[in-house]
């Protein structure tokens, strides 16, 4: 059962954007983004919203002010974000490190935090006004790698927005950034943790060796089920949720899978379930986002604290549309558990390798559902000195013209449960059904609804 959205409309006066360029001087450089980085895969913008709600200790203090000040100052620091791109032979991505600074928005709106409703769950209204498109700012090439919007709000809290080009930076990368930035808004002279550029370490090898499988990689044609016109809810899991999910498993796979990958095999089923596919021998991916910083997949030595490039890949569990929907919970999670384990250092280079040598392919998207967890990036924790940020994460499910992409995003609701928010992209019929199959396998009653919010 789902909650209908609110239908909240409101306005937001802007002013003109202004460009903000490092507080000081920075290195005139070149500097060449890595083979994890420049792949067309990550050649794309990300929309991340941050609500902060009224703190009265920061009276008479502007956010707006209090933000472009800091980004300023953190720019001497993290400078490349300043810089822009440049192509180069057969491709290769580097970063002119001129200056010219990033795009930011200062804005206020005729809303409070209040008319959001009691949860704050995505998809958001009026987003596009709250992160605002600046014409010509969206490319890849010479366009600023980062455009942010702070927005007040008439209960004098604010949101904070910010769009990032993703061949600088993952979830990790960028949160890393932000927290920078909280840190020198707070007084702070420097962030504490100094970045580190260091992609070369993601580099192909000389010579390269692709020594691993990469289903991920594999390109198949597009097929209605993953091109559609977007139809957006979230849905929350706390522990009663996974709870419940874990009881459809073997005991000893409920006791030996962590909830990522209980809930990632059970939402893959799901909206497979959903699609409805014609074809029982239909083959369909699940891709998993692995960091190269942490567990089976990090290096030895560790990638460098303070580095803020890309670091993941996406392993990919294959199987049939039949096999997955008819065989038991447990299927699916053996495959998700497996794909994750292969994903370890010489993985890595491997999928650097191929990078290096394929002409830095695509994912596939034909059948693919990919998963990403945002629970540890800490994004949350970015304290401008109004507190901890109320919600912290993706505007939607999707990902651009990228329909087959989820998120997870930590959450504790107006009821004090933790748990996860997970907005998805589905049709608008394949929504309701698997809105249904959610319901049905999890038999959450009316008066006790697991789905929380969202419509658009």
């Known amino acids: 059962m789902a909650v209908q959205s609110s239908s909240l409309v409101f306005q937001v006066k802007r002013y003109p954007p202004e460009l903000v360029a490092p507080a000081n001087p920075t290195p005139r450089e070149v500097k060449l983004l890595s083979d994890i980085d420049d792949q067309k895969g990550m050649r794309y913008n990300i929309p991340l919203v941050l609500f902060y709600h009224h703190e009265p200790s920061k009276a008479g203090k502007d956010p707006v002010d209090v933000i472009?000040?800091?980004l300023s100052k953190t720019l001497v620091f993290y400078y490349p974000f300043a810089g822009r791109l440049r192509e180069g032979p057969n491709g290769k991505l580097m970063v002119d490190c001129n200056g010219e600074g990033v795009m930011f928005i200062e804005a206020d709106a005729n809303v409070t935090l209040d008319q959001f409703g009691k949860d704050l769950y995505p998809p958001f209204p009026c987003f596009d006004e709250l992160l605002y498109n600046v014409p010509g700012s969206d490319g890849m090439i010479n366009c600023p790698l980062l455009l942010i919007q702070v927005t007040r709000l008439k209960c004098n809290g604010f949101i904070f927005a910010i769009r990032l080009n993703h061949t600088m930076s993952d979830g990790s990368g960028i949160s890393q950034f932000m927290k920078a930035m909280a840190e020198i808004a707070c007084g702070a002279s420097k962030p504490s943790i100094l970045p580190v550029w260091n992609r070369e370490l993601l580099c192909a090898r000389n010579p390269p060796k692709i020594t691993c499988i990469h289903h991920e990689y594999e390109q198949?044609?597009?097929?209605?089920?993953?091109?559609?016109?977007?139809?957006?809810?979230?849905?929350?899991?706390?522990?009663?949720e996974i709870a419940a999910i874990r009881s459809l498993l073997p005991h000893y796979l409920a006791q030996s899978a962590t909830s990522f990958e209980v809930l990632t095999a059970f939402l893959w089923r799901c909206r497979t379930t959903a699609l409805q596919w014609v074809n029982p021998n239909q083959e369909v991916r699940l891709l998993c986002i692995v960091n190269a910083r942490f567990g089976n997949c990090s290096f030895n030595p560790p990638l460098p604290e303070g580095f803020y490039g890309n670091a993941f890949v996406y392993p990919a569990a294959v199987t049939t549309v039949g096999k997955l929907c008819n065989q038991p919970l447990g299927y699916a999670l053996e495959l998700v558990k497996k794909a994750k384990n292969e994903a370890n250092e010489e993985y890595v280079h491997s999928v650097i390798d191929l990078m290096g040598t394929k002409g830095r392919p695509y994912f596939i998207r034909a059948g693919s559902f990919m998963i990403s967890d945002?629970?540890?990036a800490g994004f949350r924790d970015v304290n401008f000195g109004w507190g901890k940020?109320?919600?912290a994460g993706l505007d939607k499910g999707g990902l651009g013209d990228i329909p087959g992409v989820s998120f997870f995003v930590p959450y504790t609701n107006s009821k004090g449960e933790q748990g996860r928010v997970f907005p998805i992209c589905l049709p608008e019929e394949a929504m309701e059904k698997f809105e249904k199959e959610l319901d049905g396998v999890l038999k959450i009653k009316v008066n006790n609804p697991m789905i929380l919010v969202s419509n658009l």
């Open 68 to 70: 472009r000040q800091a």
């Open 389 to 391: 940020a109320l919600y």
């Open 374 to 376: 945002l629970t540890k």
């Open 220 to 240: 198949l044609p597009l097929d209605n089920k993953s091109t559609f016109i977007p139809h957006h809810r979230s849905f929350f899991f706390g522990p009663t």
